[in-house]
């Protein structure tokens, strides 16, 4: 195969190895067919493991979308009536979950802290003990937008306690940091295949407590595309997805799956974090400053302030890098500049390093300084 290998360092889509894109190339099949739902029942095992998931205690439930679909379903399906959802908020990706609890109009707690520190937890805990209607805590695992890590066993364990399930936005850390479904005190967790996976665009999953999922079967249904208790009860019975599922990419994850075990949890994380690493140590040469402190960052993604230089200018240092094989992507604070740099994928130091290479020829076309400058 003769395919064009980019380095994405955006936050996902990763880059795929060439073995999980061929994958993808099968003869045509009916997703119906019994030989398709027997790979989906050996996928949904596989997922539900990477978090030492027990299998009496937890499932896998897929859906086709993208991530995003995973915090609609978790927060519509499985909030009983006259209950509230306490989103504990300090960036992009649990704002997005406060956003879909506005749009279904689930009554919720929206505890907001600043995006560059992890959340008080007193603060979380006050909540709890005066809002005894919270059945439902959501926060976000790697806040993707700065690479922020919160605490989620401290606040898995406060949910608990005060009597709540917890559900944690686990898309760009699943299949990376390593991560117990049950020490962790999660009850629900999510991601895409495209992210830690490794694998292709379309299919997500929830892996989930099973008693949880069963007692939902009585809540107010608020989606019939997007009902989890719907999802899980049909593949229950039948081995399916209720609806048409995105074949090929269920290939490739498949693939992917292999990959991932013949990797193994340790090395693969390790080598995420020497990736990482590279990353800092690159971005720490040409003078440039992180926008969280290091000690709570993930150790997947990296969020550059811009510099103060007038000739900085993030687009055409993108294109520059985009035309030789390199992505890098923008933050996403409000009003505040920087750029991202993810150890996601099937990469390793050397493409970090050639990266470098390209990114100061970038710097050096554009006549930005190097170091680059703050004024502050
Ligand atoms: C990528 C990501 C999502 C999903 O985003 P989509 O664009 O819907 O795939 C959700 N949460 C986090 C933390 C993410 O990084």
Redesign the pocket.
């Known amino acids: 195969m003769n395919i064009k290998r980019n380095v994405l360092l955006n ?2 889509p990763s880059t795929t190895t060439d073995t999980v894109k061929m994958a993808q190339i099968v003869p045509d099949i009916c997703p119906r067919e019994k030989e398709f739902a027997g790979l989906m029942k050996g996928l949904r095992t596989d997922i539900t493991k990477i978090v030492h998931g027990d299998l009496n205690k937890y499932t896998t439930v897929l859906f086709c979308g ?3 679909i995973n ?1 609609d379903v978790c927060l519509n399906s499985l909030l009983p009536e006259g209950k509230k959802v306490l989103v504990v908020n300090n960036g992009a ?1 649990s704002t997005r979950a406060v956003q879909i609890c506005e749009y279904y109009g689930l009554p919720h707690i929206d505890l907001k802290f600043p995006v560059n520190e992890q959340p008080d937890l007193e603060a979380v805990e006050e909540t709890l003990k005066n809002n005894p209607d919270i059945y439902l805590v959501h926060t ?1 695992h ?3 937008g700065t690479g922020l890590l919160n605490p989620i066993k401290e606040i898995g364990a406060l949910a608990h306690q005060y009597g709540a399930i917890f559900s944690v ?1 686990t ?2 850390s699943f299949a990376m940091i390593p991560i117990d479904i049950d020490e962790y005190n999660i009850d629900f967790c999510m991601a ?1 295949a495209q ?1 830690g996976l490794m694998a292709m665009t379309g299919l997500s999953f929830i892996v989930g407590n099973i008693s949880e999922i069963e007692k939902s079967r009585d809540y107010p249904k608020r989606s019939y595309y997007c009902n989890l208790f719907r999802q899980y009860d049909y593949f229950e019975k039948t081995g399916e997805m209720n609806f048409t599922p995105p074949v090929q990419t269920v290939y490739a994850t498949i693939q992917a799956l292999k990959e991932y075990y013949a990797e193994g949890e340790e090395a693969k994380w390790a080598r995420h974090t020497r990736v990482f690493n590279a990353l800092h140590a690159g971005l720490d040469k040409l003078g440039f400053k992180d926008f969280i402190p290091r000690e709570i960052q993930s150790g997947l993604v990296v969020a550059a302030l811009y510099p103060d230089d007038p000739n900085w200018d993030f687009f055409k240092v993108h294109d520059y890098c985009y035309e030789r094989g390199f992505t890098i992507y923008p933050g996403k604070v409000e009003k505040k500049g920087m750029f991202r740099l993810c150890a996601l994928g099937a990469i390793d130091v050397p493409d970090i390093e050639n990266f470098f290479k390209v990114f100061e020829e970038a710097l050096k076309v554009n006549n930005i300084q190097i170091p680059v400058i703050y004024n502050k």
């Open positions: 936050p996902g993208s991530g995003t915090i990706y976000t790697n806040e993707t936005d898309t760009s895409s992210k």
